[in-house]
Every structure is written in C-alpha cells, then in structure tokens.
C-alpha cells in the first residue's frame, strides 16, 4: 500500500504529519504534541518529511490536516454537515480534494458518492485510496473535471457539496451548475471563507509573511480574466449576502445560514460560514 494511504488510515501517522501541517502553517485549532524522533525518522525515510523534518508536499499535508480533523476532531461545520446528510442517496462532493469529506460520509452508507476535482494529484490520490479499501456498500465515482460544468447528468443527485472552495471559482456559474444536477427537494451545502478568513490567514496563521500573498494581489485585478479556465476565478472575498444573493435569484428555498463564535476573527468576522439551501421543489409545467 501507498505510504499515503497507510498515514490517512493510522490515527498515530495521521496525527503526526497534521501536527507538522498545523505548525508549519501557524493553525491552532488542535492541541497536537510534536511528533517523537522515531515518528520523525520513519517519515522522513518514507519520503514524507525531508532530512530536516518539514513537510516534502504541502498539498499531503492539507489532506493529512482535512481527514485528521473530519474524523478525530470535527468541528461544528463538520457535524454539520454530517447531520444535513442523514439519509442522502446520492451525494456530489464538489472541489473534493483528497477525499476527507467523502471518507467521513461512507459512515451514512449512501449509494453514490461522486467526487470531483481539477486537481489531477489530489484525484489521484483519491482514486488509489479508494479503490484499495474494501466496499462499504457505497459506490465511490471520481472525476477529473472541472467546478463549472459539473460532468453529471441533471438530477442525478440529492445532496451536494462545496467545502471552502467557491471563493476560488466563478460563484455564478459554479451555483448555477450545482442547481442543475440537485433533484428537486434536494441539498446544497456550502462552506465558505467569510470576511474574518482574511485576518486569520494574515496573523493567526502568518500568511502576511508568505510569498504566495505576493502572487495573491498580483492576481486580484484579474479575477474573471480570460486566462482563467472555464472562467475560474482568483481567489476572493465572499460575502453573506452575495452568496443568499446568488441562490435566492437561482430560485433555492429554505436557505439557512450557519457561523460558529468559536470561528470568529476579531469576535465579529466569521473565518468561515456555511449555507444550506434547498432545490425547490418544481410543480408539473412549472419553469426549472
């Protein structure tokens, strides 16, 4: 088995390489001891740690921080979700990443999980990963493809799924897709950066330090620009109210706001918020 796969199921390396990933990204949301040599030393000879004992690929690290705290030590939004998804059959995962979320959803055993992806590494990682364990009675379908036009037919799904991933994309084309795929009654779940991610990722986490920041602004001027696929957008700020904005115009019901005060910058600024909306529920010879 891949070295990966074996730190995402061993709690011990699991928890080993998050708390290298928290450290190295200033995160404080766990309360995780250093890792002792002998954890140190067999990362490293495994080609996860380098020879001073930092992270050789950050995109792992963020996987190895995504099942950490999903499955040991989910936090509100992650209960969240795993309360909105009771007794959903088939389930989109959108911008999945390596596949955290859909590891701590086969515990409601739905049907069909699909996840999707532009990140072919992180695909591939979640395809390797799955198509070693054994069946828990629910398929897992991956796909390379990108946000924007969602490779799934209409109404082929009753819950989908959009965690910290739609500040990156053309919000209105993205929300406008997963409409088209949710049946009617079906759920929208969505997380995402609110205003207080801003100074968490500034000082909290000290990304004023970072190159990236640098690479950040540059780019801020060209969000929608034509070199952007499929319209992906910069990343950006988004409000409460562009988001409600957008579903209420897509014609989503019962939409319902969700922050957590433990989740908060300077005490006002959500670092994160979720939304939850429903497809309505369209009458015979009523307009889509």
């Given at each position: ?165 739609l500040q990156y994309l053309n919000e209105e084309q993205a929300l406008r897709d997963m409409k088209r795929v949710l049946q009617p009654q079906g759920k929208l779940f969505l997380?995402v950066h609110g205003l207080g991610y801003i100074y968490d990722y500034l000082f909290t986490r000290k990304g004023v330090f970072r190159k990236q920041l640098l690479s950040f ?48 910058s300077l005490g006002w600024f959500p670092v994160y918020f979720a939304i939850v909306a429903e497809r309505k529920n369209v009458s015979i010879g009523e307009k889509q």
């Amino acid at each position: 088995m891949d070295i990966r796969h074996e730190i995402l199921l061993n709690e011990g390396l699991l928890r080993s390489v998050t708390a290298i990933y928290c450290k190295e990204f200033g995160i404080s949301r766990f309360s995780l001891q250093s890792p002792d040599e002998v954890a140190l030393q067999a990362l490293a000879a495994n080609g996860v740690l380098t020879p001073d004992f930092k992270l050789q690929d950050y995109r792992f690290g963020y996987t190895c921080y995504e099942y950490y705290r999903q499955t040991i030590e989910p936090d509100y939004f992650d209960r969240l979700l795993l309360k909105e998804s009771v007794d959903r059959k088939y389930i989109l995962d959108l911008c999945c990443g390596g596949g955290a979320t859909i590891h701590t959803l086969l515990q409601h055993r739905p049907q069909v999980i699909y996840g999707v992806d532009s990140d072919e590494y992180q695909m591939e990682l979640l395809h390797s990963f799955y198509s070693k364990l054994e069946s828990r009675g629910t398929k897992v379908v991956t796909k390379v493809d990108d946000a924007h036009t969602i490779p799934l037919d209409d109404q082929s799904v009753d819950f989908v799924i959009c965690r910290v991933a739609l500040q990156y994309l053309n919000e209105e084309q993205a929300l406008r897709d997963m409409k088209r795929v949710l049946q009617p009654q079906g759920k929208l779940f969505l997380l995402v950066h609110g205003l207080g991610y801003i100074y968490d990722y500034l000082f909290t986490r000290k990304g004023v330090f970072r190159k990236q920041l640098l690479s950040f602004i540059l780019q801020k001027r060209d969000r929608y620009s034509t070199s952007a696929q499929n319209g992906r957008s910069r990343a950006h700020v988004l409000t409460i109210r562009r988001v409600k904005s957008i579903l209420t115009a897509l014609g989503f019901v019962n939409i319902q706001l969700y922050t957590d005060r433990e989740m908060m910058s300077l005490g006002w600024f959500p670092v994160y918020f979720a939304i939850v909306a429903e497809r309505k529920n369209v009458s015979i010879g009523e307009k889509q």
